[in-house]
C-alpha cells in the first residue's frame, strides 16, 4: 500500500522539478533580455555624459559646462515652467470632464467619452500644426491671442490638447469606483453638495488626481513633437536633446542633458509608484454603484462644458484636417488632395506610412508576446526572488524614462564599435526592440493584472494531473488572459504608429517612420503635407482601435461565452 502511495508523488515531485527549472530558465532568459533592451542602453547613456568627444574621461566636467552655460540650463527651467502650467490647466479641466461622464447624466455620453480619446491616435506634433494654422503668422485668427504662437503660450495650448486624454481616463477610473451608500448616508444626514464633494468625491479620487497630475508633467516634460514644431525659440530639454545630437553632433553633452530630462521623469514615477502603495480598496464586495440620476441643472452644465471641450478637441482635428486639403495656405484655399502625395515632399514617399505599419506591427506580435510570457513567468515562478526582483524592477524602469533618452542610449550602446549586436542599428529590428523596450512597463502591467485574477488553483490542477506547465498556459493561461493579450497589441500597435521622440535618432533613409518623415516633412515648411501624413496616422491607429472594439463585442463574446453563465 506505502509503494503504490508513494510513487506517484515522487513523480509528481519530479514533474514540478522540471517545470520549476523551465520556469526558471525562462525567467533569466527573460532578465537578460530585458537588460539588454533596457539596462545596458541606460548605461551606456550615462557613462557617456563622463567622457569626451573621444570618449576619454573627464568626470563632471561635462555636467559643469552643463550647469554652468545659461542657455542650456534655462532650457530646464522652460520646460519646468511648462509643464507645471500645462498640469494645472490640464487636471481641473480632465476632472469636470470625468465627472461629467460618471456622475452626470449625459446626453450621448459614449460620444463625448470617444471625442476625448482622439488625441491619443495623433502624433504630438499634429496639435501644433493644427495651432500654426489658427494662430500662426498667416493663421486663420492671427493675432487674436495677442501675441506670437510660437513659444509658450503654443506649447502649453498644444500640450493640453495631447495630454488631455491620458488624465480623463485616469480620472474615469478613479471617479467610477463609489459607493452609493457613501452619498446616501452623506444625504441622511443632511451634508451640502459642497461639503459631500470635499468630504467624500474629492478624498475617494485623491490617488487619480495626484497620478493623473504626474502623467501629465511627465508627458509634457519629455514630449519632442510639440516644441520641435511649435517652440520657436523657446528652448525645452527634449529639443535641446535633439540639437546637441543631430545639430552640433556632441552626443557628451546630448547624454548630459538627457540626464538632466531623467531626472524630473524618474522623481514623477518615484512619487507616483509611493503614493500607489498608500492607496487602499475604496470598493468592496458590500458597495453599491453608484447611478446618477438626472438632474437638469446640473447635466445642463455639464453637457455644455463636455461640448465646449469636445468642440476644441475637434477644432484642433479638424483645422489639422482643412489645412492637409488647402492648395496654398492662405493665398489659395481651394480644395486639393496633393499635400497626400508624399513624394513631392519626402523622397522616401508613402513608404515611410508602410514602414511604420510595419514597425507597429511587429511591435505589437514580439511585444506582447515577450510581455505576457514575461509577466507570467515572473508570477507564477516560485521563489528564485533575486531574479524576480530584477525582472520587476527592469519591467517597470521604462516608464520612468522619457523616448527620447531611451533613443539616445541606444545609439551609444548599439552603434558602439565593440557591440557585437552593432549590426541591429539603423534596421528595422532596431524600431520593433525600442519601441517594445519604450513602452514595456504598461503590457506588462496589464498582463500582470490579467494574470493575477486567475486562480492559482489551475496550476495546482495541472500539476495533480500531470499536464506541463507550458500546456496549462497554452490551453488555459492565455485563452482566459486573450482580451488583455489583445489590449496590450494594440497599445503597442497605436503607440508605435504615433511615436516620434522614442525613434528620432534610430531611422536609416529606408527606415524612416511616417511620424519622423512628418517632422521632417514640416522642417522644410510644408506644413500641410505634415499634417495630412499625421491625419493618416490618426486615420489608422483610430481605425485598428475601432474593429478591436469590435473583436471585445463580437469575436471574443462567442470564443469567451463562459464569462457570461
Known amino acids: 500500500m506505502s509503494l503504490t502511495t508513494s510513487a506517484p508523488k515522487i513523480g509528481l515531485r519530479l514533474n514540478l522539478s522540471r517545470d520549476d527549472l523551465l520556469m526558471r530558465g525562462g525567467l533569466v532568459a527573460l532578465a537578460g533580455v530585458l537588460l539588454l533592451i533596457v539596462g545596458l542602453p541606460l548605461w551606456a547613456l550615462l557613462a557617456k555624459g563622463f567622457q569626451d568627444g573621444d570618449g576619454r574621461y573627464v568626470g563632471l566636467a561635462n555636467y559643469v559646462s552643463y550647469f554652468s552655460t545659461p542657455a542650456l540650463f534655462n532650457s530646464a527651467l522652460n520646460s519646468l515652467h511648462v509643464a507645471a502650467v500645462c498640469t494645472a490647466i490640464v487636471v481641473p479641466v480632465a476632472f469636470l470632464y470625468a465627472y461629467a461622464l460618471t456622475r452626470a447624466a449625459l446626453p450621448a455620453k459614449w460620444l463625448f467619452q470617444g471625442i476625448s480619446l482622439i488625441p491619443i491616435f495623433a502624433p504630438s506634433l499634429l496639435p501644433g500644426l493644427a495651432l500654426v494654422y489658427l494662430f500662426g503668422n498667416q493663421g486663420f485668427f492671427k493675432g487674436l491671442i495677442g501675441g506670437s504662437i510660437y513659444g509658450f503660450d503654443g506649447i502649453v495650448i498644444a500640450q493640453v490638447f495631447y495630454c488631455l486624454p491620458h488624465a480623463i481616463m485616469i480620472l474615469v477610473t478613479a471617479l467610477a469606483t463609489a459607493d452609493a451608500r457613501l452619498y446616501e448616508a452623506a444625504d441622511a444626514l443632511g451634508a451640502s453638495k459642497l461639503r459631500v464633494f470635499f468630504t467624500v468625491t474629492l478624498p475617494g479620487a485623491k490617488y487619480g488626481l495626484i497620478s493623473a497630475a504626474l502623467v501629465v508633467f511627465t508627458l509634457v516634460i519629455t514630449d519632442f513633437g510639440i516644441a520641435k514644431v511649435i517652440g520657436g525659440n523657446f528652448n525645452v530639454l527634449a529639443t535641446d536633446v535633439y540639437k546637441q545630437v543631430i545639430g552640433q553632433q556632441n552626443f557628451s553633452m546630448g547624454a548630459v542633458v538627457g540626464m538632466v530630462l531623467l531626472a524630473p521623469a524618474a522623481l514623477a514615477f518615484v512619487v507616483d509608484h509611493l503614493v500607489q502603495r498608500k492607496q487602499v480598496a475604496l470598493l468592496t464586495a458590500r458597495a453599491v454603484p453608484l447611478v446618477p440620476k438626472p438632474k437638469f441643472g446640473r447635466d445642463l452644465f455639464f453637457t455644455a462644458f463636455c461640448t465646449l471641450v469636445s468642440a476644441g478637441i475637434l477644432a484642433i482635428l479638424g483645422m489639422a484636417a482643412w489645412g492637409s486639403l488647402i492648395k496654398y495656405w492662405p493665398y489659395n484655399l481651394s480644395l486639393t488632395l496633393a499635400n497626400y502625395e508624399f513624394a513631392n515632399f519626402d523622397s522616401n514617399g508613402w513608404e515611410s506610412y508602410f514602414n511604420s505599419l510595419r514597425m507597429a506591427a511587429g511591435a505589437a506580435i514580439a511585444g506582447t508576446a515577450l510581455m505576457f510570457v514575461g509577466a507570467w513567468l515572473n508570477e507564477k515562478t516560485k521563489g528564485f526572488g533575486v531574479v524576480r526582483s530584477a525582472v ?145 496616422i490618426v486615420a489608422t491607429s483610430a481605425s485598428v482601435k475601432a474593429l478591436h472594439l469590435l473583436a471585445d463585442r463580437f469575436l471574443l463574446g462567442r470564443l469567451q461565452a463562459w464569462r457570461r453563465r
Open 392 to 536: 520587476q524592477l527592469l519591467a517597470f524602469l521604462p516608464m520612468a524614462v522619457p523616448g527620447i533618452v531611451l533613443g539616445l542610449g541606444y545609439i551609444f550602446f548599439f552603434n558602439a564599435p565593440n557591440n557585437p549586436l552593432n549590426f541591429l542599428y539603423a534596421t528595422m529590428a532596431i524600431l520593433v526592440i525600442n519601441t517594445v523596450a519604450h513602452f514595456y512597463t504598461v503590457g506588462h502591467l496589464t498582463a500582470t493584472t490579467a494574470l493575477k485574477q486567475i486562480d492559482p488553483e489551475f496550476e495546482s490542477v495541472s500539476a495533480s494531473l500531470k499536464v506541463p506547465i507550458w500546456k496549462t498556459f497554452g490551453r488555459v493561461t492565455a485563452p482566459i488572459c486573450l482580451p488583455a493579450i489583445l489590449d496590450i497589441a494594440i497599445y503597442l500597435f497605436v503607440n508605435a504608429m504615433t511615436t516620434v521622440s522614442s525613434v528620432i535618432f534610430l531611422y536609416a533613409p529606408d527606415t524612416k517612420l511616417a511620424s519622423v518623415a512628418a517632422v521632417n516633412i514640416e522642417e522644410t515648411g510644408a506644413t500641410a503635407a505634415a499634417a495630412a501624413l499625421c491625419l493618416v
